[in-house]
């Protein structure tokens, strides 16, 4: 006997609202997983849907769901995730990529008129690639090296750059930050860890419990990473060279404040879609 998507749809996310999860969260959640299942758009899934799972499939979807009432978040189910057009693959040393981040990457692209440019690009902390590639991908000419601490990110980075035929653009190194590179580049990119020490435990369980911590600790006040590269990064840049640092809310003027102290100049900030401040860009003097 089959099962019909339109009622499981509507079960279970009556499942995860009462799980804590946003009614709105918790109906984009199951039409993804319904769709993995089926294997179609997830734009085909609705409340209605005619539809129908295989006794096998639906058995997938209900071990799915359980994870997800365990507030396991959709991506790390899934394992992958789509940032900028591309498709991601991801793993426990990576972050779910977000659209925030896509504000960093609208704003390289803003700077560069040129798209046919062969520019270096720097990516420090790259997690799965997600910035790196996404520029990569609209900057044809460009290449590209991403940085991170955690092997496993690195090991993700270097998988996702093949699969999308970027491998011979994007190059991936285990690193501490700017650890052993010697040249300068065009722009450098980074969403570093940001949040405060003391406040990891209480964001919510999808966060604390499942992100990796290496990629979220900021230390005490969340600004370490910052106050760490700013005074550094500028000789990692070539003449006329920018610095793009995505940062958490409230943090755009110190971050700004650090830039400035380094002899950066054209500092400026830009919000996210939520309109907070998420972007400080600058430029090597």
Known sequence: MTARAGDLFRRAVGQLAAAGIDLRDAAQDVRHLLA??????PSRIHGDAALALSPEREARFAAWLERRRAREPVQRILGNWEFWTLELDLNADTLVPRPDSETLVRAVLADCPDRARPLRLLDLGTGSGCLLLALLAELPEAKGLGIDKAP????AARHNAQRLGMGNRAEFRTADWLEGIADRFDAIVSNPPYIPTAEIDDLAPEVSRFEPRLALDGGPDGLAPY???APRIGDHLLPGGRVYFEVGQGQARPVADLLRDAFFVNIQTERDLGGIERLVRAEKD
């Open 152 to 155: 496993g990110a690195i090991a």
């Open 227 to 229: 106050r760490h590269l």
């Open 36 to 41: 993995e299942c089926l294997e179609v758009s």
